[in-house]
């Protein structure tokens, strides 16, 4: 499988839990969804039943989604399947600690070799690695748990954090790729800039850009060289004029 976009030179069309504005997101509802919207890649989420990683694991992006959510087995034995052949997948960890049942549930459903990994906790990528160094490995930056830019009190220092995201990551990536901890950085679009992307490519690193749902903002990047893949919740905007 090529490691950097697709054959004809475009980005990766990954849809973001499935394809989350067509179908609730992290089902296989939302995958069936994001397979007929054209997708290279599906990204979904995998969450312990316990915050120490123990118990059940299930796709959910957090505690309020747990209930009633599918179960990591019934995913992936649903990714499996014919219809999905050749796909890749982003499994993202929300928590450390459950590393090694992810890895080893996706090696039993046969998808550990086109999957990656990706995670905001650094503290799992070296587990990950060890557990599995097939499987390819995301560092998603920043690490936050809310859309502060979302926000208009919260959007000025959101701001001003991701300037200083941008001098500082590709840095830190630089040094992970020469350490072998990780394939690819996962990144909130508002830091990406054509500068961002060039560091990044030449750390030796893929560019997953997270998450984007408006047209315009989907061109920009698309058009940003070294741009690996573009995460969005409706994977329908990619064919959208």
Not at 128 to 148: C, D
Not at 192 to 217: C, H, K
Request: glycine share 8%; aromatic share 6%.
């Amino acid at each position: 499988m090529p490691d950097l976009k697709t054959t004809d030179g475009r980005v990766l069309r990954v849809g973001h839990k499935g394809a989350d504005l067509i179908a609730p997101g992290n089902t296989p509802a939302s995958f069936d969804a994001a397979l007929a919207a054209g997708v290279d890649m599906i990204e979904f989420d995998v969450l312990p039943e316990h915050r120490d990683g123990t118990g059940e694991l299930y796709l959910a992006h957090d505690y309020n989604h747990v209930a009633g959510a599918p179960t990591l087995a019934d995913g992936l034995a649903h990714l499996a399947s014919a219809p999905f052949d050749g796909l890749r997948l982003d499994v993202d960890l929300k928590l450390p600690g459950y590393e090694d049942r992810v890895c080893a549930a996706l090696r039993d459903a046969g998808l550990a070799e086109r999957t990656l990994i990706s995670t905001m906790e650094e503290a799992s990528l070296p587990r990950v690695r060890a557990a599995a160094p097939e499987i390819r490995l995301g560092w998603s930056v920043p690490k936050v748990r809310r859309n502060y830019l979302a926000h208009p009190v919260t959007k000025p220092l959101a701001l001003a954090a991701a300037t200083a995201a941008r001098r500082q990551i590709p840095r830190r990536a630089a040094a992970k790729v020469r350490a072998g901890e990780i394939d690819a950085v996962m990144s909130h679009w508002a830091l990406v800039s054509p500068a961002f992307a060039r560091a990044i490519q030449r750390a030796g690193a893929e560019l997953y850009v997270w998450t984007v749902d408006e047209l315009a903002l989907l061109r920009r990047l698309e058009a940003i060289p070294g741009v690996t893949g573009i995460i969005s919740n409706d994977p329908r905007l990619f064919d959208a004029d």
